[in-house]
């Protein structure tokens, strides 16, 4: 497997490409050597951590998996320029340092387009099925990213993707939203698999009123939560704004990000709005159960048809989702189909206060709306279907190499081709 992110990061893509490496390794995944092409730990703080300062490379071994670690740029702030670099950098060490091993398959996790181009050329160098999984398109983000020279960035890595993507031997999306755009790079619809994301935490295990208790959340006071990376796509500004216009509101940003400080800086005279660090993986389903809102946001340039980590925890959480995104994106389209959650306008902070309203009035339509997402969570994005999902479509690329030519009919879960 080819991923930038791996554990110990807990959020984004990490969590999801450390469970399939692991469930592979295991006896019960089918107990096969692994082995992992990772960056260093950086995200979502997008700070080195510190544990790898210093390292050029390193190998270590996690829940039977082999993990290769190699160093690249780890921008602070981030340009086109910048990201540019970063993606240099993964992928020169990557190519030159790559495992000394003759792999069966190559698995790569995209966005990174450094990762995608490295598991095209280290498959076809062994001869071997390469399965690209499209967590998220690089060339669409940096479009819509308002980062100085974004439209020549989205060219470039539209460019690599183009060039990862059309080499596979099959195509993993998690959402539907990411067909089209996959087969408009010149990707046969045929290879085309939907492989959704799962839920990647645990239940909540302790009482609310308790971890609200020591959190310090007022039991009388609506309590809104953002978890996750704070950065530009995210649009955290309309939260500031909604915090400022409602003081009797809390609202409490948890995680970390390039635009951390500067939200900081903006929410310096807003005393309902607090930071808090990214919670403990033991601790997190909790704190999630904890607030009455928990909110997902994107600016409104955006159109995002990846769907964030952080929703499907939510989703597990059990309290009801407020997403303040463009209604065609993908988030949006999962929030409608769970019923866990009402959507409004993307940077609107009158109609997100609106809804907050609205469920802190109605309690019980609110405890409603958050019971739908466990019960969305257990029927469609349980952690042992997703990953059921991922080792069929590792073993029908490797059947499809084996008989040397394109899979007809249905996927090799039974579902109708895409």
């Known amino acids: 497997m080819v991923s930038t992110n791996y554990a110990p990061e807990h959020a984004g893509i990490g969590p999801y490409a450390t469970q399939i490496a692991e469930h592979w390794a295991a006896p019960d995944g089918g107990g096969a050597e692994v082995h992992v092409l990772a960056g260093m730990p950086h995200y979502p703080s997008w700070r080195l951590d510190p544990a790898y300062r210093g390292m050029w490379r390193a190998e270590e071994r ?141 239940r909540p295990s302790r009482p609310r009123e308790e971890t609200r208790a020591r959190l310090g959340w007022n039991r009388e006071r609506t309590v809104v939560l953002h978890s996750g990376n704070m950065g530009l796509k995210q649009g955290l500004d309309v939260l500031v704004e909604a915090a400022r216009r409602d003081p009797s509101v809390l609202i409490v940003l948890m995680g970390d990000g390039n635009q951390r400080e500067r939200l900081r800086l903006l929410a310096a005279d807003v005393p309902n709005l607090e930071f808090a660090p990214p919670a403990g993986d033991a ?29 499907t925890s939510y989703f597990a959480a059990g309290r009801p989702v407020i997403a303040s995104v463009a209604a065609e994106g993908g988030t949006a389209q ?67 190499t084996t008989r040397g030519a394109d899979p007809v009919g249905s996927d090799a879960w039974g579902v109708p081709r895409t």
């Open 334 to 400: 999962e929030v409608v189909r769970s019923e866990a959650g009402l959507l409004v306008a993307p940077e609107d902070p009158e109609a997100f206060l609106k809804a907050v309203r609205a469920l802190a009035q109605d309690p019980e339509a609110a405890d409603e709306l958050g019971a739908r997402g466990p019960a969305y969570v257990t029927a469609h994005l349980s952690r042992e279907a997703g990953l059921s999902r991922m080792s069929a479509l590792l073993a029908e690329a490797l059947d499809t």
């Open 62 to 202: 996690r829940a039977g998996v082999t993990v290769h670690r190699r160093r690249h740029t780890v921008p602070p702030r981030q340009t086109a320029l910048r990201r540019a670099l970063f993606e240099a950098s993964v992928l020169a060490h990557g190519l030159v340092a790559a495992p000394r091993i003759r792999p069966d398959a190559v698995v790569a996790q995209m966005p990174s387009l450094a990762g995608g181009v490295i598991g095209a050329r280290v498959a076809a160098r062994h001869h071997v099925p390469y399965i690209p999984v499209v967590q998220d398109l690089m060339g669409a983000a940096a479009a819509q990213s308002g980062i100085r020279g974004g439209d020549r960035a989205a060219a470039v890595a539209g460019a690599a993707e183009a060039y990862a993507l059309k080499r596979a031997t099959l195509v993993g999306v998690i959402h539907e939203t990411f067909v089209d755009k996959v087969a408009a790079m010149g990707v046969d619809r045929g290879r085309i698999r939907l492989v959704p994301n799962w839920s990647h935490v645990a």
């Open 283 to 311: 601790e997190f389903p909790d704190v999630l159960a904890a607030a009455d809102v928990l909110a997902v946001t994107q600016r409104a340039s955006v159109l995002d048809m990846s769907i964030p980590s952080k929703l």
